[in-house]
């Protein structure tokens, strides 16, 4: 993937088309924003059961959802997938969730990711400006969460900078395990 000009990089929103790729790039992308103590098998389970190609084709499908893809050019023209967003309209279904967000219909940002040889580059910057603006198309007003691991300090730092704080935790189950995350909100 290095081979690709990262100053083409566009956000549109996915479609039906885009799930393999999109699949393809959240088993390199997820592993890398799990807690040190997650086992292979536990993220192989997750990315196999909650990111695959089918899972995506039903988000870019759904209007309760906003599925994002930032895509480049390579040096042989082809356009690839270097990231993707996902913002979902819903009342929280956890607990701890609804308690610092509130028990109504919220936004989630449920995924931000970017493919680590486009890290550092704006792809990020340009997702997470397309994730709030598709926030808020689809809940006008509504509260922007998000949930991240709490080891994970760069993707923390990251939301910090696009205006979310640090609100509460909840529990987050990858492949059978629990992880321990934050809640962050926009604009708290």
Not at 123 to 128: D, F, T
Request: hydrophobic share 50%; with cysteine.
């Amino acid at each position: 993937m290095t081979d690709l000009d990262l100053t083409t990089t566009r956000v549109r929103p996915a479609t039906d088309d885009d799930a393999p790729a999109l699949a393809d790039l959240a088993a390199v992308t997820f592993p890398l924003a799990c807690p040190p103590g997650a086992s292979p098998q536990a993220i192989a389970e997750h990315v196999a059961t909650q990111l695959s190609p089918a899972r995506f084709r039903g988000w870019a499908a759904s209007a309760a959802h906003a599925l994002l893809v930032a895509e480049a050019a390579g040096a042989d023209g082809a356009v690839r997938a270097v990231g993707y967003a996902l913002v979902v309209r819903e009342a929280p279904g956890d607990a701890d969730v609804a308690r610092v967000v509130g028990p109504g219909e919220v936004v989630e940002l449920s995924k931000i990711y970017v493919h680590p040889d486009a890290q550092g580059t704006g792809v990020a910057r340009a997702l997470m400006a397309a994730a709030l603006e598709s926030a808020a198309a689809l809940a006008p007003g509504r509260t922007l969460w998000l949930g991240t691991n709490g080891l994970n300090a760069r993707a923390q730092a990251f939301y910090r900078r696009s205006g979310f704080a640090v609100v509460g935790e909840r529990t987050y189950v990858v492949g059978g395990e629990e992880h321990s995350d934050v809640v962050m909100v926009h604009g708290a």
